[in-house]
């Protein structure tokens, strides 16, 4: 064990700050080798790997199954998850003004603690519910003459809604911290020419995160939701069954023991690494002209509260600034509705489950996440590229992502539902409720669609007026299904010569489709992701060389204050109740409409683009103007800046 020694100390600063990894007086020198921006790296970047998983990732691959399991709609889910963004905008304000001196390591794990109980309030309902009720004891076919009064009881599971924003509130503090003190913490301990490979690293892992959340969300979604109270074999369902809930609860649990190991591996760090004054020293200026200020080598401090106007101006007189921060903007408000409700999508729009939309979205997240991300980074690395060739790929690549919009046209056929899509046989008008079906009590309460012979879909089996449930599991004696005419094909006569099955009979589930279209969709989405998440690199690059030293922190507590509050919160809701506005069918619980059953996907699809296409176009016109009204400094010194062992030949722009 080594005794406490002499604290490192910055010239240029009166105060003496600890830079050793330990706890107090035990700062043994075997941990000393850890403590460099490598190690650094890896603990931030699975730190945002664990906040991607369960943000991004798992909350909304279990949104379908959270509006089936708590009667939600889908702008309440899109509140809900917006709750983080709003959260993470204010208090990112906040933590990037008290988090812009030294010390940022201190900051960095209080966040991780509010991840950790997040996590926790975010699984909670799962342990205050009773268990889930599927329905499978209630009678679905016709009930004809069984009319009985009985008052219907709200189950209250739509107050859950405030405990999902209340968890998401939580994780918006600790997300806010990580990107925007653990930003500048990595650029601080680092050169100019290496921080684009270090961010590309730092924001692919944060990439990655929500892939995997996809696809362990997904696999999660296929365990059923009571498992640890009740054995689901005991149950008639199916993961393909409308009333399957899945196990959305363990996700949570998983990601706030995760957060634990890196609460304590954060905690070790000391006030900066020993490197940061030596980088500081070094690193050549890149300052927007104009700004009246000139690069710092001193040790970063944060302002006084009566200088944050004058820091705040600054910002504002910054073109890089402003308009990479309005293109992030718009940027975030398409991509992250998209990331809320693209597996619930997918489940529609292809007829898939829930578990399977979120590993087939997931795979597609996965790699355009994280290549996209590291691809930005490298890229700046191997073209050595200054403020303007930033701006420029920024341009570039989000011009590329405009052009895989189209994947949202995609989709299988829409199915086609009788007394919705088409009028019952011998009916002209369009409503689930016909004299076929008179008196059978039927209730879209719970959707169970059924096929008949012909290839037409009914809500449910009562809704086809069937009288007889088979012992198959399919139904028979059908009055609003049409009659078979090839009888002696059909019918089997039993010892009476009666008739032993219906000539009206319907089969669970929906008819089948041989529809692959989910691929095309899948390949797009990636190219989508990958060209959108490419330019988020260069153009959080371009802004840090452009700003003071001093004020990277609170730039980077601004620019997402804003993106944040006026993107990214906006964006879901926006996303939601484009999603609602295409609902065909909805879930009634006392005469009340709660989550929604069948979409019209035409409509949908149609919102997507309208508001893909405006947000795409803004965001182009903001980096065109951030690269045309930048200026770099016309007295630079480059006899200062250290060159380092490069991979890459090609000359600086």
Known sequence: MEHKEANDTDSNDSVSVEVRCGYGNCRPKSLQKFNNPRMMLFIMSTYVFIQGFIVNGIFNVIISTLERRF?????????????????????????????????????????????????????????TTDLYESRETHQTGCNVGNSSSVTCKSSGLQHYVGVFALGNIILGMGGATIYTVGTAYIDDSVASITSPLYMGIFFGCSAMGPGLGYLVGGALLNIYVDVDKINPKSLNLQTTDTRWVGAWWIGPIITAVLFLFTTLALSCFGAELPN???????????????????????????????EAHKVLWTLVNNPPFVFTTLAGITEAMFLSGLSVFGA?????????SPGKAGIL?????????????????????????????????AFGVCAVSMLC??????????????????????????????????????????????????????????????????????????TCAPELT???????????????????????????????????????????????????VPAEQAVL???????KTIMCGANRFFIRLLGTVPGAVIMGVATDSGCLVWQTECNVDTSCWLYDISVVSRNYIIFGCITKILSLIFFFLALWLYRPPTNMDYSIVVNRDSNCTTKTQ
């Open 361 to 393: 979205v997931g795979c597609a997240a996965i790699f355009g996440l994280t290549g996209g991300s590291a691809c930005g980074g490298f890229l700046c690395r191997c073209l050595k590229l200054k403020v303007k060739g930033m701006l420029k790929l």
């Open 71 to 127: 009667h939600l709609r889908s702008t309440q889910m899109g509140l809900a998850a917006s709750s983080y963004d709003f959260s993470a905008a204010i208090f990112g304000v906040l933590f990037s003004y008290l988090g812009s001196g030294r010390h940022k390591p201190r900051w960095l794990t209080m966040s991780s603690v509010c991840m950790v109980l997040g996590s926790v309030v975010m699984a909670s309902p799962h342990f």
């Open 545 to 551: 060389r452009s700003i003071h030293e001093n004020h």
């Open 405 to 478: 919009l189209p994947m949202l046209t995609l989709s299988c056929e829409q199915t086609k539902i009788a007394g919705i899509h088409l009028p019952y046989i011998e009916s002209e008008k369009l409503s689930l409720y016909n004299t076929c079906n008179l008196g059978c009590q039927c209730s879209t309460e719970r959707f169970e669609p059924v096929c008949d012979t012909k290839g037409t879909h009914y809500f449910s089996p009562c809704f086809a007026g069937c009288r007889t449930n088979n012992s198959t599991g399919d139904f028979s004696n059908c």
């Open 344 to 352: 619930k999508f997918a489940q529609n729009a292809f007829r898939i």
């Open 276 to 306: 940061a004054k030596y980088v500081r020293e070094t690193r050549e200026s890149q300052l927007h002209a104009g700004t009246g200020l000139q690069s710092s080598t001193t040790a970063p401090k944060r302002p006084s509260l009566k």
């Open 486 to 536: 090839n009888i002696t094909a059909i019918d089997t006569l039993s010892n009476n010569g009666t008739s032993k099955f219906s000539r009206r009979p319907v089969t669970k589930g929906t008819c089948e489709s041989s529809c692959n279209l989910v691929y095309g969709f899948l390949i797009l989405l990636f190219l989508y992701i990958f060209s959108s998440i490419a330019a988020d």
